[in-house]
């Protein structure tokens, strides 16, 4: 069964540093999200994407973070500046629709910004 | 905002027997429901969707249920398993227009041998 890919699985920064994560979606979905789950907490959203913009993103979401679907396959999510705040599990997804479609996750790329 | 709960952080339950949670919404209903399984270091993967106008979904050895009354979801497993231990997440759209998820934080299944 296509599954969504992340690298790298760890990632460890030091505050201030950037970094991007890699997702590899399943190849005939349209949609692709970013959501992070800071450890013992919530899923929580951080942005959808879909013909090349963004679509919706929430209040964590702000001016440090970044996607970018560089060429066919992969959708990145850059931070710019860490914070030790960022430290989270970040997890890719994926679906072929909106709303009734289901997300497809990778297995995540746990963030410790030291 | 549209909240979600799951009030029960864990739930423990002898092998065979059924495990029930509970997932909670505030304001208007969702359209839909969505339900994930969570194993430790993982993503969350799809189990099931229920929409506001179906009362009941099953899929093998899962059911959800929908009452837009309590504005309740409940989601069973029957004939429960040890390998049926992991965290389930519910998880709804976050509001008119949105396609984004809320997830609740999840409740936490242990089923004893």
């Known amino acids: 069964e296509p599954e969504v890919t992340q690298t790298p699985s760890h990632q460890v920064t030091q505050m201030g540093q950037e970094v991007i994560l890699r997702c590899v979606p399943i190849?005939?979905?349209?949609?692709f999200y970013w959501y992070r789950q800071i450890l013992g907490q919530k899923v929580e959203f951080l942005v959808s994407?879909?013909?090349?913009?963004?679509?919706?993103k929430s209040e964590i979401f702000d001016d440090q973070f970044s996607v970018e679907r560089p060429d066919g396959s992969n959708f990145t999510l850059k931070i710019r500046s860490t914070k030790l705040e960022d430290s989270a599990m970040y997890f890719c997804?994926?679906?072929?629709?909106?709303?009734?479609?289901?997300?497809?996750f990778g297995n995540g790329t746990r963030l410790t910004v030291t | 905002s549209q909240k979600i709960e799951q009030n029960s952080e864990a739930l423990n339950i002898q092998e065979g027997k059924t495990a029930t949670l509970t997932c909670n919404y505030t304001?208007?209903?969702?359209?839909?429901l969505q339900w994930y399984r969570q194993d430790p270091g993982r993503g969350p993967v799809f189990l099931l969707l229920?929409?506001?106008?179906?009362k009941e979904k099953r899929k093998e050895r899962l059911k959800v249920t929908f009452d837009t009354t309590l504005k309740q979801s409940l989601f069973h497993i029957t004939a429960s398993q040890p390998a049926d231990s992991a965290t389930y997440l519910c998880?709804?759209?976050?509001?008119?227009?949105?396609?984004?998820?809320?997830f609740g934080k999840g409740t936490k299944l242990s089923v004893i041998p």
């Open positions: 998880a709804r759209s976050a509001g008119a227009g949105s396609y984004q998820l809320t």
């Open positions: 190849s005939n979905h349209l949609y």
């Open positions: 994407f879909y013909n090349n913009e963004i679509s919706e």
């Open positions: 304001n208007y209903s969702p359209a839909y």
């Open positions: 997804a994926s679906s072929s629709g909106t709303g009734l479609s289901p997300l497809h």
């Open positions: 229920i929409r506001e106008n179906e």
